[in-house]
T-cell receptor
Framework: DQQVKQNSPSLSVQEGRISILNCDYT??????FLWYKKYPAEGPTFLIS?????DKNEDGRFTVFLNKSAKHLSLHIVPSQPGDSAVYFC????????????FGPGTSLSVIP | EAQVTQNPRYLITVTGKKLTVTCSQN?????MSWYRQDPGLGLRQIYY???????DKGDVPEGYKVSRKEKRNFPLILESPSPNQTSLYFC?????????????FGQGTRLTVV
């Protein structure tokens, strides 16, 4: 049973528009969340993270929103660029297993020029 | 250049033949970790290490061993590989913890067990 879910396997967005990638989790002990981006034939790269004491974290074009009551987070990319086309993984960490990381299955984003 | 290096990049082996995938980082990071990536399942953590001689199980440790005798190296050992260990493997490192500090990943090792 997956504790971190990304229910959209793929997403297509026009260049310049907003991309919204969603992530849901089931474990209420998760208190730290991360997003990674992965290009084909490369390892994942860290994008942005958020602690459960916050509900928003911003870094340039990337913003992560956390809704603890809904156990939901989302990554917003504004404006989307063709170079953002990649697989995006949501990941979570728990207070009880302090350094164990649980990843979601990923969402493949295509930004169309 | 700061990097995490895995070797080999590709490996085809037979069931039961012991193998080791090496991982080395040059950033003096304390935290290192191994993941496997499978279609529809994303990345699953196999083992992680907080520092030299400190290792712990991730989500899917069965069939794998690790060691951390030196800070820079974190090899993944498959004592008796089986076909269900066919996967894409990634090693990662970060400064102190997977929390709050950026993790750097290697380029991956594609393992096929026949």
């Amino acid at each position: 049973d997956q504790q971190v879910k990304q229910n959209s396997p793929s997403l297509s967005v026009q260049e310049g528009r907003i991309s919204i990638l969603n992530c849901d989790y089931t474990n209420s002990m998760f208190d730290y969340f991360l997003w990674y981006k992965k290009y084909p034939a490369e390892g994942p790269t860290f994008l942005i993270s958020i602690s459960s004491i916050k509900d928003k974290n911003e870094d340039g074009r990337f913003t992560v929103f956390l809704n603890k009551s809904a156990k939901h987070l989302s990554l917003h990319i504004v404006p989307s660029q063709p170079g953002d086309s990649a697989v995006y993984f949501c990941a979570a960490m728990s207070q009880t297993s302090y350094d164990k990381v649980i990843f979601g299955p990923g969402t493949s984003l295509s930004v169309i020029p | 250049e700061a990097q995490v290096t895995q070797n080999p990049r590709y490996l085809i082996t037979v069931t039961g033949k012991k193998l080791t995938v090496t991982c080395s980082q040059n950033m003096n990071h304390e935290y290192m970790s191994w993941y496997r990536q499978d279609p529809g399942l994303g990345l699953r953590q196999i083992y992680y290490s907080m520092n030299v001689e400190v290792t712990d199980k991730g989500d899917v440790p069965e069939g794998y061993k690790v060691s951390r005798k030196e800070k820079r190296n974190f090899p993944l050992i498959l004592e008796s590989p089986s076909p269900n260990q066919t996967s894409l493997y990634f090693c990662a490192s970060s400064l102190e913890s997977a929390r709050g500090t950026e993790a750097f990943f290697g380029q991956g090792t594609r393992l096929t067990v026949v």
